[in-house]
């Protein structure tokens, strides 16, 4: 499929739901707009993913970022019992930061977290004013929540976002091959970016084991400078997502999105095309256990001598 075909196709599926607003939308939002509707194409056709029909074609009701709230146990880095893995709050920030006050004072590590980028698919200025290549990386990666929940599939939460990150760092660089190559050094820049977080966080979940609190703070502290140095190359969609105290909440947040990303990335690596790779995340077990061992041993097989 062309490049003109695709934004041929994409202002006849702008909606009657985003009409008359999307008419009014700066020059710069409507662009982006037309993007996620071809990104929306790509997805469908040449990953095979299964997206719901209102993906991105409804506007948030409130021009404002939704709040979260993760929490973990001040000891390791790990959810407090029979608790998940997050706590919504929608739009009401004095709600979560009363959420994650109570925690703290129960003795948990929380965390606050703000983002334009959710399963909930909705449409805001902010989302529509970051840069192309934030962008397609947001949209690819709810990709991964959205194909989960419409395809009805039982597997980890790590696993969704894992495969969300690939899809952004990776996916991306596809679709930018294939139509939009002069986006090519900002998603390169931007996965650069990505992934040396990543490794300082992963890093520090073994710095910190076995630390006294007080040894602990220090090394956050270190951790926070370093991640700080890494986001003076990072755009603004990067900012708004690293940029927070660290603490084992900030960590386990991350976590998610680093836990199975290489293995994901290495069996991409070893041939798999993204249509594959879809197929292959499509079928992962239930458990975190079992998807674990299913990766090592997809990784085992394909490094098999023949």
């Not at 707009?33 to 095979?48: K, N, S, V, W």
């Not at 400078?225 to 084992?248: C, H």
């Not at 079928?283 to 061992?293: A, F, G, I, N, Q």
């Amino acid at each position: 499929m062309k490049r003109r075909r695709f934004i041929q196709n994409s202002i006849g599926l702008l909606g009657i739901s985003l009409l008359p607003k999307a008419i009014l939308l700066p020059k710069n939002e409507k662009e982006n707009l037309r993007l996620i509707r071809q990104l929306e194409d790509y997805a469908e056709i040449e990953l095979g993913l299964n997206l719901k029909r209102k993906f991105y074609k409804k506007w948030q009701k409130k021009e404002q970022q939704l709040t979260y709230v993760y929490i973990s146990r001040p000891d390791s880095i790990i959810l407090p019992k029979d608790s998940s893995p997050f706590k919504y709050f929608g739009t009401d920030t004095l709600a979560a930061r009363i959420h994650a006050v109570k925690s703290e004072e129960e003795g948990l590590d929380a965390m606050v977290y703000n983002t334009s980028g959710t399963s909930a698919t909705l449409l805001t200025h902010h989302l529509l004013n970051y840069p192309k290549e934030a962008i397609i990386f947001v949209v690819l990666h709810e990709m991964a929540h959205v194909h989960r929940d419409k395809s009805k599939l039982k597997i980890p939460y790590p696993a969704e976002e894992s495969f969300g990150e690939f899809l952004g760092n990776h996916a991306s660089l596809k679709f930018a091959e294939k139509y939009y190559p002069e986006l090519i050094p900002a998603i390169k820049k931007q996965r650069s970016v990505q992934e040396k977080i990543y490794r300082l966080l992963s890093e520090a979940e073994t710095q910190v084991q076995g630390l006294t609190q007080a040894e602990k703070e220090l090394r956050y502290q270190a951790i926070s400078a370093a991640l700080k140095v890494i986001l003076l190359d990072a755009n603004i969609f990067q900012k708004e997502r690293y940029n927070y105290p660290v603490n084992n909440a900030y960590i386990l947040r991350n976590r998610y999105y680093y836990q199975w990303y290489e293995k994901f990335k290495d069996i991409y690596l070893s041939g798999k095309s993204l249509k594959e790779m879809t197929l292959f995340y499509s079928s992962l077990p239930e458990k975190t256990s079992d998807t674990d061992t299913f990766l090592k041993m997809e990784l085992k097989r394909i490094k098999a001598p023949l």
